[in-house]
């Protein structure tokens, strides 16, 4: 690994820090407000699956969730935890989540517009040092 690898890994784990902080509070308010129980969390480096909960509830979120208001992490977090209880996304499923966040109402629009920018600038920082290299 160079340098310039070196400290882009730097930033993603020091975004996996912060987020590792804002989403333990996140989940645990949420959790505690809508008994709904997730087993666990983890913060991967995936790039195109912004969250995801998984048949053991287990929560997994992308690093690049950092980059995102706080509003919109609350979203995706309420998002998550409904899936511990409604796995698809039907009708049930969108009505909890209103629930929840009667006034998030938007944001699905919020992620069709903006989640392709916060990928791209993860995928920006995890190839800065490639392309600096190349540009040398």
Known sequence: MNRNDAAAECFIQFYKL????ILKARLDYFSNLTDLKYSSFRIGNGLNRIGSCNNL????FSWALCMA???FIDYVVVHELVHTKI???GK???NRVREILPEHGNDRKWIKMNMSKIHDAGLQLKSSSRNYEQNM
């Open 18 to 21: 912060q987020l590792t902080t």
């Open 57 to 60: 509830n287990r929560l997994s």
């Open 69 to 71: 208001p706080v509003e």
């Open 87 to 89: 796995k698809s996304h």
């Open 92 to 94: 049930q499923f969108w």
